[in-house]
């Protein structure tokens, strides 16, 4: 399964982060994480071009905790919304899902 995190910034934990990308990892999920800061040369329509390609080619959207305070993680779950791309906001989201799949 390839998990795109969304609502990455300058504020997220980066300790936090690592653990959820080893718990995602050990499910055996390939993590896509569009870092902001090798975002940032792009213009603002290449920046998200970018990002709903990587969006597109995953199979789950996973919301970070402080999603609802990036514009662009807005934009990225409305994206996977209107593409019916599964949402997920905890680990324990994703594993159901995997399980879904599986059946």
């Known amino acids: 399964m390839v998990v795109y995190l969304s609502g990455i ?3 997220t934990n980066k300790q936090e982060l690592d653990r959820l ?3 995602l990892f050990d499910l055996g999920c390939t993590i896509i994480t569009p870092e902001a800061k090798e ?3 792009l213009s603002w329509a290449e920046n998200l071009s970018l990002r709903f390609s990587f969006l597109h080619s995953s199979s789950t959207i996973y919301m970070l905790p402080k999603w609802k305070e990036s514009t662009i993680a807005r934009i ?3 994206a996977a ?3 019916k ?3 997920c ?3 324990e989201d994703i594993r159901k899902l995997i399980t ?3 059946s």
């Open 9 to 11: 910034n300058y504020e």
């Open 21 to 23: 990308k080893a718990n």
């Open 39 to 41: 975002l940032d040369k």
């Open 76 to 78: 990225e779950l409305t």
């Open 81 to 83: 919304m209107d593409d």
């Open 85 to 87: 791309i599964p949402l």
């Open 89 to 91: 906001f905890s680990p």
């Open 100 to 102: 879904t799949l599986e």
